[in-house]
């Protein structure tokens, strides 16, 4: 059984700053790649970012530049730092791991909410 458990959403005003984590457990058998996700209302899932266990990211050209992720393999875990957001950032996002036999797993959803 695993369990992908999301925090750090909420809603910030645009230009700031927000943090997300995303934590797995379970009987995993060795993570390849970690993600980031969101989806919008209406909007099919796209991707934002993801990132290899040897640390190589991609990311989506709306983020490049303000958004930063990165992980701790010794904790499973993968952070979203989102830097200068936009009300277009305004999204549900979902964590995502794929193992190494292929098999990817998703986070329940944290809400990003940009307002002012």
């Known amino acids: 059984q695993v369990q992908l458990v999301e925090s750090g959403g909420g809603l910030v005003q645009p230009g700031g700053s927000l943090r997300l984590s995303c934590a797995a457990s379970g009987s995993i058998f060795g993570i390849a790649t970690m993600g980031w996700y969101r989806q919008g209302p209406g909007k099919q899932r796209e991707l934002v970012a993801d990132?290899?266990?040897?640390?190589?990211?991609n990311y989506a050209d709306s983020v490049k530049g303000r958004f930063t992720i990165s992980r701790d393999n010794a904790k499973n875990t993968v952070y979203l730092q989102m830097n200068s957001l936009k009300p277009e950032d305004s999204a549900v996002y979902y964590c995502?791991?794929?193992?190494?036999?292929?098999?990817?797993?998703w986070g329940q959803g944290t809400q990003v909410t940009v307002s002012s």
């Open positions: 995502a791991i794929t193992n190494f036999p292929g098999r990817t797993y």
């Open positions: 990132i290899t266990t040897g640390g190589s990211t």
